[in-house]
């Protein structure tokens, strides 16, 4: 039996689509080979560690700093992060750098699968040449901590195909420098969206997890464990519109707001850190300068988070 014609559309679609993946991934190799060609610098690696919040996944709340097995509650699951100390056995010690920089950049895993995107790979696929080989050196001077990682609870069937399915989606197709911006509203930028990765707390995500391109840093109440997460948009009712430059800058190093309260949960941890771990406080203050004057640059999106309350209380009494 002759395909129809739709079957033979969907056949060349599929077609395309994995040839397009292909050669995103060629592309993405080589921006990693080119990437771990020359060794990092410890000592500068630990810098990108602060300004990426400590990575404050991987360490437990009584340490050791990247020992994993901290608990991430999403809608589709819990996920467990992993150990990523240079233990042998455990951690990451056995990995090449290329294979630590394809973790990283493409959420690949050691033997070719695909790591769930609570990573947020698609992220960390535009940091720079040069911060990402200083990130792998100092995760390399790490104590090493003999600690098994732990299984996801996943309520996806055939998790590791859907995880595949969703790279594919949603990923995007985001090109790393070879060197980080400078200064600026260039490097407030990229610190913001490839190490720091703000967006990945403060933008609202759709039905399969992906970030609402729309809503950039407009805030969602269903944040890391259910966690409100604020809107820090220059929208002046609903997000920081009214804070100055230097308000960021005391928010991101002494989780200082403008009324002296101080921030609480996550964000607490991603400015202290988690059981000594480097953290934005100890970021250089240029960096978290350059993150404050990008973010004021981003547009307003009204979007009140409180409302949002409200509806839903309104809708569980009917």
């Known amino acids: 039996m002759r395909p129809t014609a739709a079957q033979r559309r969907t056949v060349r679609l599929a077609a395309a689509c994995a040839l397009a993946a292909g050669l995103a991934a060629c592309a993405a190799d080589h921006e990693d080979a080119r990437a771990v060609a020359t060794k990092g610098d410890p000592a500068r690696g630990e810098v990108v560690f602060a300004l990426a919040g400590g990575c404050g996944c991987h360490t437990p709340e009584k340490g050791p700093t ?44 050691r033997g070719g699968s695909i790591e769930a995107p609570v990573m947020p790979y698609p992220a960390y696929a535009g ?4 911060d990402l080989r200083d990130l792998i050196a100092y995760l390399r001077s790490l104590p090493p901590v003999r600690r098994e990682n732990r299984p996801h609870e996943v309520k996806l069937p055939f998790p590791r195909l859907a995880f595949r399915a969703w790279r594919l989606l949603f990923a995007g197709d985001v090109s790393a420098p070879e060197t980080a911006p400078a200064e600026g509203i260039a490097r407030g930028r990229y610190l913001t969206d490839h190490v720091a990765i703000c967006g990945d707390c403060h933008t609202p995500r759709d039905a399969f997890g992906a970030p609402k391109e729309d809503m950039y840093l407009a ?29 960021l800058v005391s928010l991101l190093q002494m989780g200082m707001k403008p009324d002296f309260d101080n921030v609480q949960g996550s964000m607490a941890e991603v400015v202290d850190g988690i059981a000594g771990a480097p953290a934005l406080g100890k970021a250089p203050e240029r960096d978290l300068r350059a993150i404050a004057e990008y973010i004021k640059t981003v547009p307003a999106i009204h979007h009140d988070l409180r409302d949002e309350e409200a509806k839903e209380g309104q809708e569980e009494e009917t």
Do not use: C, K
């Open 219 to 247: 805030g969602t109440r269903e944040g890391p464990n259910g966690e409100l997460v604020p809107n820090i948009t220059s929208d002046r009712e609903t997000g920081i519109g009214t804070w100055d430059v230097d308000d």
């Open 127 to 130: 940091m720079a040449d040069d």
């Open 66 to 109: 990247g020992a994993g097995g901290v608990a991430i509650e999403t809608p589709f699951g819990t996920f467990y992060s992993t150990n990523i100390t240079p233990d042998e056995e455990t951690g990451i010690g056995a990995w090449s750098d290329l294979e630590i920089a394809r973790a990283i950049r493409a959420g690949v895993l």
